[in-house]
């Protein structure tokens, strides 16, 4: 599955990955992310709408970099609030398409309480 899949569609105990309490997220990767899984989930949850069906959300603002750059609020995105110039934008939005499209297994580890995204690198 994409990572943007695995932060909106996996839950533990009915909550979100990111809202689960007493659960930390770990990644297992090679090449690194643009931007924590924290501040992704919170990028997806202010963009899609919470229960959804896939067709009735625009997917847009996971995959198309100029769409994103063009509609989407900047100061309201929690990895950083310096975004305002168009070049700043395109390269956060360029990011952001390549972090959420990575392919990733999911592992929940109840002993751990952990979260574990193994990414396919």
């Given at each position: 599955m994409k990572l943007y899949q695995a932060l909106t569609q996996v839950t533990i105990n009915d909550?979100?990955?990111d809202d689960a309490p007493?659960?930390?997220?770990t990644t297992d990767l090679i090449a690194p992310l643009h931007f924590t899984p924290?501040?992704?989930?919170h990028y997806i949850d202010s963009?899609?709408?919470?229960?959804?069906?896939?067709d009735q959300n625009n997917l847009s603002f996971v995959t198309d970099a100029s769409f994103i750059a063009e509609n989407y609020d900047f100061a309201v995105f929690a990895a950083e609030s310096k975004f305002f110039d168009f070049e700043t934008k395109m390269k956060a939005a360029r990011n952001i398409v390549t972090d959420l499209n990575r392919h990733v297994s999911v592992n929940i580890d109840c002993k751990l309480r952990e979260y574990q995204l193994q990414f396919v690198d």
């Amino acid at each position: 599955m994409k990572l943007y899949q695995a932060l909106t569609q996996v839950t533990i105990n009915d909550a979100m990955v990111d809202d689960a309490p007493n659960f930390t997220i770990t990644t297992d990767l090679i090449a690194p992310l643009h931007f924590t899984p924290s501040e992704l989930y919170h990028y997806i949850d202010s963009v899609l709408k919470p229960g959804s069906r896939h067709d009735q959300n625009n997917l847009s603002f996971v995959t198309d970099a100029s769409f994103i750059a063009e509609n989407y609020d900047f100061a309201v995105f929690a990895a950083e609030s310096k975004f305002f110039d168009f070049e700043t934008k395109m390269k956060a939005a360029r990011n952001i398409v390549t972090d959420l499209n990575r392919h990733v297994s999911v592992n929940i580890d109840c002993k751990l309480r952990e979260y574990q995204l193994q990414f396919v690198d």
